[in-house]
């Protein structure tokens, strides 16, 4: 089975400063990968998704995040946080669509709350 | 679209007593997902279903808990009985077989006392 580590479990920044929450994940085989975001008292939200292509994809509210096939890397960044971007950071993994049974299965991580500083 | 409605949004009830959380997903969505989110343990997926049949259950933590998917717009997820330890949010999503994105509903905060 599928396992995501999320390396910090709290992070604080000053607004401005630059972002790079870590994701790694453990499965030998082909993956999609997944931000998700939750604001304060709200759900889960999808910030950018990687499934195949180029390995640098860009999200919504300037995230961006690079895929790292040979260090099962996937880690999220932003160049400038603002206080709205407070909020708590998954990351996800499942399986490639064609792998066959239990494909739709979302494993998260356990999260990385942002907390910016205006 | 309306998204994946929860109900309900909030629940506070009394050990031993049973809890029913409510989910309707997107229409057209093929897929549902229950999860249960705490602080100690995060997002932990519960049960998925597959065009109503519960394809994996293994997330599920005791019998106390079962799930059910009558039709493809409408599951429910009950606790009977309930412990204090069941206290989380629970999130149900939802998602087509050609989609690669899981979509959450709002969630359903329970609380055990």
């Known amino acids: 089975a599928q396992s995501v580590s999320q390396h910090n479990h709290h992070v604080i920044l000053s607004e401005a400063a630059s972002l790079e929450l870590g994701c790694n994940y453990s499965?030998?085989?082909?993956?999609?990968l997944f931000w998700y975001v939750q604001y304060p008292g709200q759900h889960l939200q999808l910030l950018l998704k990687?499934?195949?292509?180029?390995?640098l994809v860009k999200g919504i509210k300037g995230f961006e995040a690079e895929f790292i096939k040979s260090k099962f890397s996937f880690n999220l960044r932003k160049p400038s946080v603002q206080w709205s971007d407070t909020a708590e950071y998954f990351c996800?993994?499942?399986?490639?669509?064609?792998?066959?049974?239990?494909?739709?299965?979302?494993?998260f991580g356990k999260g990385t709350k942002l907390s910016v500083i205006p | 679209d309306a998204g994946v409605i929860q109900s309900p949004r909030h629940e506070v009830t009394e050990m031993g007593q049973e809890v029913t959380l409510r989910c309707k997903p997107i229409?057209?969505?093929?897929?549902l997902f229950w999860y249960r989110q705490t602080m100690m343990r995060g997002l932990e997926l519960l049960i998925y279903?597959?065009?109503?049949?519960?394809?994996?259950d293994s997330g599920m933590p005791e019998d106390r808990f079962s799930a059910k998917m009558p039709n493809a717009s409408f599951s429910t997820l009950k606790i009977q009985p309930s412990e204090p330890r069941d206290s989380a949010v629970y999130f149900c999503?939802?998602?087509?077989?050609?989609?690669?994105?899981?979509?959450f509903g709002p969630g359903t905060r329970l609380t055990v006392t």
């Open positions: 999503a939802s998602s087509s077989w050609d989609s690669l994105e899981v979509h």
């Open positions: 499965y030998g085989g082909t993956v999609n």
């Open positions: 990687y499934f195949s292509g180029d390995p």
């Open positions: 996800a993994v499942r399986r490639a669509l064609n792998s066959g049974a239990g494909s739709y299965q979302l494993t």
């Open positions: 229409s057209g969505h093929d897929y």
């Open positions: 279903f597959n065009n109503n049949v519960p394809i994996d």
